[in-house]
């Protein structure tokens, strides 16, 4: 089996991502709150809902990016 290494800029852009996908659940739970008249305490007892959004976000993010070079590498491979 193949040794595989994560660079120190794979791991930053990874942890973008997964801050960026935060901030987007985040904004996403503020507009909820503000179109559902909600109080805004509830940012912060809905902070475990926000959390695994957060990672449903990042895995659907994920399975785009292989998707994509999945199709990319179907276009080099058919050329």
């Known amino acids: 089996m ?5 660079t120190a800029r794979r791991k930053k ?8 996908c935060f901030v987007v659940s ?3 739970h ?3 709150i503000i ?3 909600a109080p805004f305490t509830e940012m912060i007892t809905s902070i475990f809902y926000i959390i695994i959004f957060t990672f449903v976000l990042y895995a ?3 399975i785009l990016r292989l998707c994509f070079m999945e199709y990319k590498h179907y276009l080099k491979r058919r050329t």
């Open 2 to 6: 193949k040794d595989t290494i994560v």
């Open 13 to 20: 852009i990874e942890l973008i991502t997964l801050l960026v």
């Open 26 to 28: 985040n904004l996403l």
């Open 30 to 32: 503020l507009y909820a």
């Open 35 to 37: 179109a559902y008249h």
């Open 60 to 62: 659907f993010w994920g």
